[in-house]
C-alpha cells in the first residue's frame, strides 16, 4: 500500500475518531521508508543553482544533507545528473543497441556494450533508470541475436550483470530460459560458461522467486554435469559452487518462506558425493578448496548428508586443510565452518573429535587470534562439538580450550559475536562436566563475564547469565513476567 493510501485511510478514521487504528496508522506512516523521484531531486538541485547562486557540487551536497534529514532514501537517485547528464549517454545506448541486435550489426555493438556496462558500474540508481528503460529487454535481444559470436556475447553478459547486480528484479521467464540455453550450449567455452554462470548469480542474490524459477528450470543438471566433467576448468567449478550456495540461500526479506532447505537438500543429494571428491582431485589449489568447503556446509543440512561426508573421507581432508595450511585466514575459517555444520550428526560429531580435530581447532583459534572471523567460527565449533557430550567438553579441556576462550573475550570484548559465542562453549563445556568447569573460574571468568554484560546489556543477557549459572556463580536473574497481585474472580 502506498504512503496516499495510508494517508486517505488516516484521514477517514480521524474524522470518525477510530483512536486505536489511527494510532497504528501513525506508527506505520512514521516508519515507511520515504522515496521521491529523479525529477523531484533534480529540481532541489536546480532551485539551489538558480535561486540560492550555488555552485552545482554545493548543491548536490545541499540538496542530499536536506533529504537525509527529512529520511528520505536516495539509494536509486543519480546524485551528479546536474553534472553529467548520463541519462542521455545511458538511453542512447540502449537505442543503438537495439538497432544492433535487429539488424545484427554486432561490430558496432561492441562499444557501446562497453560504454554501457562503464555507466551502469557507477551506482545503482544508474541501473534502476536504465532497467526502466528497456535496458535488460535489449540486453537480452543483443544476447539472442549473437549466442555464436563470443566476442560480442562475452560483453554483452558482462553488461547484464553489472545491471542486475542488485537489481535482480529485472529477470523473467525469457531470462531463465535464456540462462538454460546458454548453459546447455557453451559447455565448451570456459570463459562464456563462467559469465553465464556470474550473471545466473547476480539473479540469486535477495530474491526468492528468482531462485525458484532458476532451480525448476532443471539448470542444477547443467551444474552437476559441470562438477563430473574431469578436465573442467578451476574457474569454471568456482562459479559453479557460488552457484549452488547462490541457490541455498534464504535472504529475501519479502518473503516470509522460501525453498533454501529444499534446494539445499535436493542439490546435496544430486551432487555432495562428487563435490566431495573434488576436494582431493584440487587439493592443491586453497582456493577452490575453499570454496568446495563452504558449498558442502551450505548443502549439509540433514543428518544423512554429514554421514555422507564423512563416509567419503571428508574429514580426513579436513585434517590435512588444516596441516597444509596453518597460516592462511580464510580457509581456515572455511573449514571450521564446514565442521560446525557436520556437528548437526552427533555421530559424526563424536567422530571429529575422536579423529583429533579438536587440538587443531584450538590450535587455529590461538594462531590466527587477530582474525575475529577465524575467532568466531573457531568458538562456535567448540560449542557445537561439545553440545550435549560431555566426552567432547573433555577434550577440549585437554587440549587448552579455557584459555583460548578466555583470551578470545579479553581480544574482542566489544564483539558481540565472539562473546555469544564464547558464552555458548562455555554452557557447553560446563554443564555437564561441574568440576572441569572450575578451570574457567580460575581464570577469572566470572569478571570478564560481568563485564560483557555490562557492555552488551540486553542484547546478550540471556546468553551470559546462564554461562554464569552453569558456572555456578552468582547471577541475577530477572523475573520478566509478573502478575498485578489481584484477586481473580470468575464472572
Same mark, same amino acid.
Given at each position: 500500500m502506498s504512503l496516499c493510501q495510508h494517508l486517505t485511510i488516516f484521514e477517514r478514521h480521524r474524522k470518525r475518531k477510530n483512536f486505536l487504528y489511527l494510532r497504528l496508522l501513525h506508527t506505520l506512516i512514521a516508519n515507511m521508508v520515504r522515496v521521491i523521484t529523479q525529477e523531484t531531486y533534480d529540481e532541489v538541485v536546480r532551485e539551489n543553482i538558480e535561486e540560492f547562486s550555488m555552485a552545482p557540487e554545493e548543491a548536490i551536497k545541499d540538496a542530499i544533507k536536506q533529504f537525509n534529514a527529512q529520511g528520505v532514501d536516495l539509494s536509486n537517485i543519480i546524485k551528479d545528473l546536474s553534472l553529467n547528464n548520463t541519462t542521455d549517454d545511458i538511453i542512447s545506448f540502449i537505442k543503438k543497441l537495439s538497432e544492433c541486435a535487429k539488424t545484427a550489426e554486432h /561490430?558496432?555493438?561492441?562499444?557501446? %556494450?562497453?560504454?554501457? @556496462?562503464?555507466?551502469?558500474? @557507477?551506482?545503482? &540508481?544508474?541501473?534502476?533508470?536504465?532497467?526502466?528503460?528497456?535496458? $535488460?529487454?535489449?540486453?537480452?535481444?543483443?544476447?539472442?541475436?549473437?549466442?555464436?559470436?563470443?566476442?560480442?556475447?562475452?560483453? &554483452?553478459?558482462?553488461?547484464?550483470?553489472?545491471?542486475?547486480?542488485?537489481?535482480p528484479d529485472l529477470l523473467d521467464e525469457d531470462g531463465v530460459n535464456l540462462q538454460k540455453s546458454l548453459l546447455d550450449t557453451n559447455h565448451n567455452d570456459p570463459q562464456t560458461l563462467q559469465l553465464v554462470l556470474k550473471w545466473i548469480r547476480e539473479c540469486c542474490i535477495k530474491h526468492e522467486v528468482n531462485r525458484q524459477k532458476i532451480f525448476s528450470a532443471g539448470i542444477l543438471n547443467n551444474l552437476k554435469s559441470i562438477l563430473s566433467e574431469k578436465d573442467a576448468k578451476v574457474s569454471v567449478v568456482k562459479e559453479v559452487c557460488v552457484v549452488l550456495?547462490?541457490?541455498?540461500?534464504?535472504?529475501?526479506?519479502?518473503?516470509? $518462506?522460501?525453498?533454501?532447505?529444499?534446494?539445499?537438500?535436493?542439490?546435496?543429494?544430486?551432487?555432495?558425493?562428487?563435490?566431495?571428491?573434488?576436494?582431493?582431485?584440487?587439493?592443491?589449489?586453497?582456493?577452490?578448496?575453499?570454496?568446495?568447503?563452504?558449498?558442502? &556446509?551450505?548443502?549439509?543440512?540433514?543428518?544423512?548428508?554429514? /554421514?555422507?561426508?564423512?563416509?567419503?573421507?571428508?574429514? /580426513?581432508?579436513? %585434517?590435512?586443510?588444516?596441516t597444509n595450511y596453518p597460516e592462511e585466514e580464510k580457509i581456515n575459517w572455511q573449514a571450521l565452518k564446514l565442521i560446525k555444520n557436520l556437528a548437526g550428526n552427533d555421530d559424526v560429531k563424536a567422530h571429529i573429535v575422536t579423529s583429533g580435530i579438536a587440538p587443531l581447532i584450538i590450535y587455529v583459534i590461538s594462531r590466527l587470534k587477530t582474525s575475529e572471523a577465524v575467532v568466531t567460527a573457531g568458538l562456535s565449533c567448540i560449542s557445537a562439538l561439545t553440545l550435549r557430550s560431555s566426552s567432547n567438553a573433555g577434550v577440549f579441556y585437554d587440549c587448552g580450550a579455557v584459555s583460548v576462550i578466555i583470551d578470545a573475550i579479553k581480544t574482542y570484548p566489544n564483539s558481540s559475536n565472539v562473546i555469544q559465542q564464547a558464552a555458548w562453549a562455555i554452557r557447553n563445556m560446563s554443564v555437564r562436566n561441574q568440576q572441569e568447569s572450575k578451570e574457567f573460574v580460575a581464570f577469572g571468568i566470572e569478571e570478564l563475564l560481568n563485564n560483557a554484560l555490562k557492555t552488551h546489556g540486553t542484547n546478550l543477557e540471556n546468553d551470559i547469565k546462564a554461562a554464569l549459572r552453569d558456572l555456578g556463580l552468582q547471577v541475577n536473574l530477572r523475573e520478566q513476567w509478573t502478575g498485578k497481585g489481584r484477586a481473580l474472580t470468575n464472572k
Open positions: /561490430q558496432h555493438a561492441l562499444p557501446l %556494450l562497453n560504454k554501457l @556496462k562503464v555507466e551502469l558500474d @557507477k551506482d545503482m &540508481a544508474r541501473r534502476v533508470f536504465a532497467g526502466k528503460n528497456r535496458a $535488460y529487454e535489449t540486453l537480452l535481444e543483443v544476447i539472442n541475436s549473437c549466442k555464436d559470436t563470443s566476442y560480442i556475447l562475452r560483453p &554483452a553478459l558482462k553488461t547484464i550483470t553489472s545491471l542486475m547486480t542488485g537489481n550456495r547462490a541457490l541455498t540461500l534464504d535472504d529475501d526479506v519479502r518473503h516470509e $518462506y522460501g525453498k533454501a532447505h529444499e534446494h539445499a537438500a535436493t542439490i546435496a543429494r544430486e551432487t555432495l558425493h562428487t563435490i566431495t571428491e573434488l576436494l582431493s582431485t584440487y587439493k592443491t589449489d586453497k582456493v577452490i578448496v575453499g570454496e568446495i568447503m563452504l558449498t558442502a &556446509a551450505s548443502l549439509i543440512v540433514r543428518n544423512e548428508f554429514c /554421514q555422507e561426508f564423512e563416509d567419503a573421507g571428508g574429514l /580426513q581432508f579436513i %585434517l590435512d586443510v588444516f
